[in-house]
């Protein structure tokens, strides 16, 4: 009995090893993703994107630490009701810059993840077409690969693919 459970194990797996290694291959997601053409003009229009309200947020940044240091020279000149209410203007602005900031950063940060996903979601279509035209059966992201023959990554191919 342990002989023939033996031979079954020994049979599906030299079946199931030649099975794999006809039918797998490696694909590195990030590679894509930072080579692509479509990936590099993403990176670049996010960077720009940033840039430009980094730009808007430290303009108002600069004009609110203006605005502090007339306050504070304005102290011993305004009354103390009248200083307060100025403090209490000043406090307002910068609350509503901080919002301001936290809203374009979420507002980047939706739009990076949105149009990842629109690569991402691209990039999985065209495996998908590849491997049903080379009648592959698995298909994985390279990061999760430890060792595997250098002929199963596709990457160089699927680039092609995508930059077309």
């Avoid at 809203?103 to 590849?130: A, G």
């Amino acid at each position: 009995m342990r002989k023939f459970s033996i031979f079954i194990f020994l049979i599906v797996l030299f079946f199931s090893n030649v099975y794999s290694q006809d039918n797998t291959i490696v694909v590195d997601i990030n590679y894509l993703l930072e080579n692509s053409k479509k990936g590099i003009a993403l990176k670049k229009e996010i960077s720009k994107k940033r840039d430009n309200n980094k730009k808007k947020l430290s303009e108002i940044e600069k004009g609110l630490k203006e605005k502090e240091k007339k306050l504070i020279s304005q102290k011993n000149v305004l009354s103390q009701d009248d200083f307060a209410k100025e403090l209490k203007n000043f406090q307002d602005e910068v609350k509503k810059y901080n919002e301001q900031k936290q809203k374009k950063n979420d507002e980047l940060r939706i739009y990076r993840n949105e149009s990842l996903s629109k690569l991402i979601s691209e990039i999985n279509s065209i495996i998908i077409d590849y491997s049903k035209k080379n009648n592959i059966h698995i298909a994985m992201d390279k990061k999760y690969i430890l060792l595997i023959k250098s002929d199963s990554d596709v990457t160089e191919t699927i680039l092609k693919i995508l930059d077309k």
